[in-house]
């Protein structure tokens, strides 16, 4: 596995990166461990949480540079990389702050005596994460469980090294200890080696359902807990009593945020009969005059894809989709022009025949589905095997809540475009995964939450 950058603009080389040895490796755990052992970790949740204030002061230090290492590395619009820059820098000071009150202990009612929880750390965590959020995907990870006091071995994308390693640097320069972070540049089957060692506790990784499968496989092989989100297929409803020019503007940045390579942009667009037309032709029109082109210009709106196996894979997706039944309604195949750009397209007359109508587009690529009643809206975005997130649009807020109740995913957003935030719980049910990241419940997925109780017998 060649860890490589190649501006997707261009699809020019920038630089290759070795890979680490088996030495390597077996310095990073041996270190991770020694860490986890230590009074760093079995010591008051105080003296961790000053290395990320650190952390996020570095990153606001170094915000523009970061951000145009994220376009050069896969093509995110300049804008978008400046506001995952100062996301992470959000996620390290909410740990800062909240972690100590995050692991407080909890106390119990009993007739058996004084009880209470206790959390401590639980060793040391592999970690496997994708490319189109490079920075945001490893603070996800790291402030928490940093602040818990488990020390993390990280593989990140391929595409990514640049990414991965200025992260590794940001860590240690903010004075994280030896062993608290390693970035590796390795292959799957190292991967597996190490969720094996005797020294990893836990796996979380981010990312396809292949790669899900595998180290969920291993990771239960071993008898080691796992959190795994795998991306999704969102629904955007749009009543017909909604905001539509609310509506239509949220969903045109949804659909093309990131250039549609985010699990929880809005994909399957289930629109209510009434709004339909008017719906279809205005996203239509707004999606044919986007602005495409260099991610680094201020004014442009879609930029390229990821690679150029991503920009393949996709036309070849389409072409699928239109095969078994589908209306290609616009645009449909990667554009005739340098680097990895792909036209903003839209998919009507899907039937659940089709393949495209489980699966997930990821990329410029809207889905377009019309229904006439609720129940409609819940059969048609219960039958998915994913269930990340999803939107409701209507200036019926009682009904769009209890829409979003019968709705099977992680989250659900009224009157506005799934996104994110360092307090707000992240992850899914189905194939989008299980267990949750971020806030005070991404803190506690890999801690011993330990009962202590004082006996009232005499």
């Excluded at 949220?250 to 942009?265: M, N």
Aim: glycine letters at 8%; aromatic letters at 8%; charged letters at 20%.
């Amino acid at each position: 596995m060649a860890y490589q950058t190649i501006n997707p603009t261009t699809n020019e080389l920038v630089k290759t990166y070795p890979n680490h040895t088996e030495a390597d490796i077996e310095a990073a755990l041996a270190a991770a461990h020694a860490l986890y052992k230590s009074s760093w970790a079995q010591g008051p949740v105080k003296g961790r949480v000053q290395v990320l204030e650190r952390l996020a002061e570095l990153i606001d230090a170094r915000a523009e540079e970061l951000a145009k290492i994220c376009v050069q590395e896969m093509g995110k619009l300049i804008s978008d990389a400046r506001d995952e820059v100062w996301i992470i820098a959000e996620i390290a000071r909410l740990y800062a702050r909240e972690a100590e009150g995050f692991l407080a202990p909890i106390e119990i009612e009993s007739g058996l005596g004084d009880a209470w929880i206790e959390h401590h750390p639980l060793g040391v965590m592999m970690v496997v994460e994708p490319w189109n959020f490079p920075y945001y995907q490893l603070m996800r990870v790291f402030a928490p469980n940093f602040a818990a006091g488990n020390p993390v071995v990280s593989k990140h994308a391929s595409i990514v090294p640049h990414c991965a390693s200025v992260f590794e640097e940001l860590v240690n320069e903010a004075g994280a200890p030896k062993g608290a972070w390693a970035n590796l540049f390795i292959t799957s089957g190292q991967v597996s080696d190490i969720i094996a060692d005797d020294r990893i506790v836990g796996a979380a990784m981010t990312g396809s359902e292949g790669a899900g499968t595998a180290i969920a496989t291993q990771a239960a092989k071993h008898l080691k807990k796992s959190t795994l989100e795998m991306g999704g297929n969102d629904v955007f409803v749009v009543l017909e009593d909604a905001d539509l020019d609310k509506a239509l503007d949220a969903g045109v940045f949804s659909r093309l945020h990131i250039s549609g390579q985010e699990c929880i942009c809005a994909k399957r667009f289930v629109l209510h009969e009434d709004i339909a037309e008017e719906f279809l032709a205005r996203f239509t029109e707004a999606m044919a005059s986007v602005k495409i082109g260099d991610p680094m210009d201020e004014d442009t709106k879609l930029g390229p894809l990821s690679s150029a196996d991503a920009s393949a894979g996709l036309a070849q997706q389409v072409e699928r989709a239109v095969a078994a039944g589908a209306t290609l309604h616009l645009g449909g195949k990667a554009m005739d022009r340098p680097g990895n750009f792909f036209e903003p397209t839209i998919l009507t007359n899907i039937k659940r025949e089709n393949p495209a109508y489980f699966e997930e587009f990821f990329g410029p690529v809207a889905q377009m589905y019309v229904v006439k009643t609720d129940d409609e809206i819940v059969e048609l975005a219960n039958d998915s095997k994913f269930g990340l997130a999803g939107a409701v649009f209507s200036k019926n807020i009682e009904r769009a809540k209890a829409l979003a109740s019968r709705i099977e995913t992680g989250a659900i957003w009224i009157n506005t475009f799934a996104s994110t935030a360092p307090e707000l719980p992240f992850g899914g049910v189905k194939r989008s995964g299980y267990g949750r990241e971020l806030s005070q419940l991404g803190i506690k997925e890999f801690v011993n939450q330990k009962l202590v109780l004082v006996s009232n017998a005499a």
